[in-house]
């Protein structure tokens, strides 16, 4: 294909369960892609919260994956395992992988490549697979986002949030946020949410029964857990949908399940990283056919609050932690002459 691979690239590791001071640039051999899959070379990788878990020993990656941290990349194909038909070499392109993305090179199952939209950055193409992959399975599969209907999504200023707002906007809904601070809430609304709400000063139940005259939203992308489940449960008009992704405030919780069978509420969760290559790529299709195009005409955009070099990531884990950010923080990977 008239590309030369090296036989070693830069990495970070984590050298053992612990703070960001556990991440560092390393030396591994390269990768080279199997059957049904794709080599790229990494340009960009997004930096996600499973990665933190990761990083402190709580996350471990699905049998078979790279020990490597890093969900989602952006860059070009380099070589392609046996069989893969729908890509060629030099293409640009972004991905979502099990693991190994902080790395100058990534094996990653070719179902689940992307090309990159138009007029997108490799930067802002990184910050695309693990969030656009996780809103879209679980506000508009599982939780059944209809046009015209209300959403709350806490955490509106992670990459989770600002992709949830976008899309929700997008596709028709009127879109409730939970932020940390006026600066944030400003942030979430300039995107597009409707009321963007801060926690710290305001009961978010409160705000929405008054907002929609006491009927509540019709679904909920949760990523805080806790006590926050059966807050979330009041602010919940009937039939609504409750969808778990995350539990900043731990996995565990006591539930008043009367206002669920008075409601008919649903409540259900995902996770994606342990997902078949199969399921992944069917989502991959989906997205290319109903949100690649509003990205291209500019109606979606990842919004890219910080970037750090590869070799950074540990300031780059700090910086998630602390949670300042507004948006995605993507490391970017300099590539040999």
């Known amino acids: 294909m008239g590309i030369a691979l090296p036989d070693s690239m830069r990495c970070v590791e984590i050298s053992q369960p612990g703070g960001p ?6 030396t591994r051999e390269a990768p080279t892609p199997g059957p049904g899959e794709v080599l790229i070379e990494v340009h960009a990788a997004g930096v996600n919260r499973p990665d933190v878990l990761q990083r402190m020993g709580n996350y471990d990656p699905p049998k078979g994956a790279s020990d490597l941290p890093g969900l989602e990349i952006a860059g070009r194909v380099v070589a392609l395992g046996e069989g893969v038909m729908d890509w060629a070499a030099d293409d640009k392109v972004c991905a979502l992988v099990a693991g190994g993305g902080y790395a100058q090179y990534c094996v990653v199952p070719a179902p689940q490549v992307l090309p990159i939209p138009k007029g997108l950055s490799m930067v802002e193409a990184a910050a695309l697979p693990e969030t656009f992959f996780t809103v879209w399975t679980n506000v508009f599969e599982r939780g059944a986002l209809q046009k015209g209907e209300r959403f709350l999504v806490h955490g509106g200023s992670s990459g989770i949030g600002t992709t ?6 997008a596709f028709g809904a009127t879109v409730f946020t939970t932020a940390g601070s006026p600066e944030k809430c400003r942030a979430c609304e300039q995107l597009g949410a409707d009321r963007a709400i801060d926690y710290k000063a305001e009961d978010f139940v409160a705000v929405i029964k008054e907002a929609t005259g006491g009927r509540g939203v019709d679904v909920v992308l949760d990523m805080v857990g806790g006590d926050y489940v059966q807050r979330s449960i009041e602010a919940m008009a009937p039939d609504g949908r409750h969808v778990s992704i995350a539990f900043l405030r731990g996995p ?15 409540l259900t969760g995902s996770t994606l990283r342990a997902r078949s290559v199969e399921e992944k790529g069917r989502i991959a299709g989906e997205l290319r056919a109903k949100v690649w195009p509003l990205i291209e005409a500019g109606t979606v955009k990842p919004l890219i609050h910080a970037t750090f070099p590869l070799d ?5 884990h700090r910086l998630m932690e ?13 590539q040999p002459l």
């Open 21 to 26: 001071e556990v991440l560092r640039p390393a």
């Open 164 to 169: 949830a707002i976008q899309l929700a906007k």
């Open 252 to 266: 565990k919780t006591t539930l008043n399940l009367m206002p669920v069978m008075l409601k008919r509420l649903t």
């Open 312 to 316: 950074q990531a540990a300031e780059a």
């Open 322 to 334: 602390s949670s300042a950010h507004v948006g995605k923080i993507v490391l970017t990977v300099e």
